[in-house]
Nanobody, 122 residues
């Protein structure tokens, strides 16, 4: 099993910054991809950004130029630096990881964290 623990959420005024962290632990042979998703009440979980093992990131259009995703492979930890936060960035942010759990099994498994709340106010 793999556990993902998010941290760094909180309340901030519009224009402010927050840095989210997500640490993966457990049966990890390698991590293929880590990502952040955002969910607001009544809506589906929406992809925000992802990063692969090599450090290549990709972003939803609404956060380009404001958010930066990074990964520390040695710590199995992904970060999301969120700058110039807007009211519409409010939501629960979930960490997602696609993991190979052993050298003998090349199948990839997907895991989710429990989420961390981000609230942006005017």
């Amino acid at each position: 099993q793999v556990q993902l623990v998010e941290s760094g959420g909180g309340s901030v005024q519009a224009g402010g910054s927050l840095r989210l962290s997500c640490a993966a632990s457990g049966s990890i042979f390698s991590i293929a991809l880590m990502a952040w998703y955002r969910q607001v009440p009544g809506q589906d979980r929406a992809w925000v950004a992802n990063i692969d093992h090599g450090g290549t990131g990709d972003y939803a259009g609404s956060v380009v130029g404001r958010f930066a995703i990074s990964i520390d492979n040695a710590k199995n930890t992904v970060y999301l630096q969120m700058n110039d936060l807007k009211l519409e960035d409010t939501g629960v942010y979930y960490c997602n990881a696609v993991v190979q759990t052993s050298a003998a099994n090349t199948r990839l498994y997907e895991y989710w964290g429990l989420g961390t709340q981000v609230t942006v106010s005017s």
